[in-house]
T-cell receptor, first 111, second 114 residues
Framework: DTAVSQTPKYLVTQMGNDKSIKCEQNLGHDTMYWYKQDSKKFLKIMFSYNNKELIINETVPNRFSPKSPDKAHLNLHINSLELGDSAVYFC??????????FGPGTRLTVL | AQSVTQLGSHVSVSEGALVLLRCNYSSSVPPYLFWYVQYPNQGLQLLLKYTTGATLVKGINGFEAEFKKSETSFHLTKPSAHMSDAAEYFCAVSVNSGYSTLTFGKGTMLLVSP
């Protein structure tokens, strides 16, 4: 009965590899987000989708590509991973401007 | 553009003492305000929110916050700290710009000593 789930929880990979993180929400929300939390715990919005349409695309390298196959899923694909991509990535969902519900996070470590 | 400032990256209190975590926001339009808590190695959990109406809002775990427009503040308080309250706390603001975007403060780590 998890509201927002992400897989995997931990991801360790080498520089230059391509990886994906999956997110699913069962709350019936129409908007989903990806956030990056750096080593200092600072949270920054990366992308937002509303009804499968990209509505927010912050200044993020184009190596990061979100994909929303349906309203309940928002995946994040990262090409050519770099050391600086190491962080915790959080998926979230909301209905319109109401509170956002967060997933448990995916800790990405790039070696 | 909106912004959030959380005063103090770390706040230390004794168990049973008052908790006060400060948050000031900047917004050119009426904001929605949120406090989230993050326990170690977990996601963010909503503590409370202010949208419209009553300016004193109560949340989970005995926390409350008061929206003060004149001071552009939304400070979080709890009368008596518990050891289990030790966590990272984030204040966030959302403005109605067509779609919801949350801007977070840098977080305040609450340390509770016995």
């Amino acid at each position: 009965d998890t509201a927002v789930s992400q897989t995997p929880k931990y991801l360790v990979t080498q520089m230059g590899n391509d990886k994906s993180i999956k997110c699913e929400q069962n709350l019936g929300h129409d908007t989903m987000y990806w956030y990056k939390q750096d080593s200092k715990k600072f949270l920054k919005i990366m992308f937002s989708y509303n009804n499968k349409e990209l509505i927010i695309n912050e200044t993020v390298p184009n190596r990061f590509s979100p994909k929303s196959p349906d309203k309940a899923h928002l995946n994040l694909h990262i090409n050519s991973l770099e050391l600086g991509d190491s962080a915790v990535y959080f998926c979230a969902s909301s209905h319109a401007r109401l509170e956002q519900f967060f997933g448990p996070g995916t800790r990405l470590t790039v070696l | 553009a909106q912004s959030v400032t959380q005063l103090g990256s770390h706040v230390s209190v004794s168990e049973g003492a008052l908790v006060l975590l400060r948050c000031n926001y900047s917004s050119s339009v009426p904001p929605y305000l949120f406090w989230y808590v993050q326990y170690p190695n977990q996601g963010l959990q909503l503590l409370l929110k202010y949208t419209t109406g009553a300016t004193l809002v109560k949340g989970i775990n005995g926390f409350e916050a008061e929206f003060k427009k004149s001071e552009t503040s939304f400070h979080l308080t709890k009368p008596s700290a518990h050891m289990s309250d030790a966590a990272e706390y984030f204040c966030a603001v959302s403005v109605n710009s067509g779609y919801s975007t949350l801007t977070f403060g840098k977080g305040t780590m609450l340390l509770v000593s016995p």
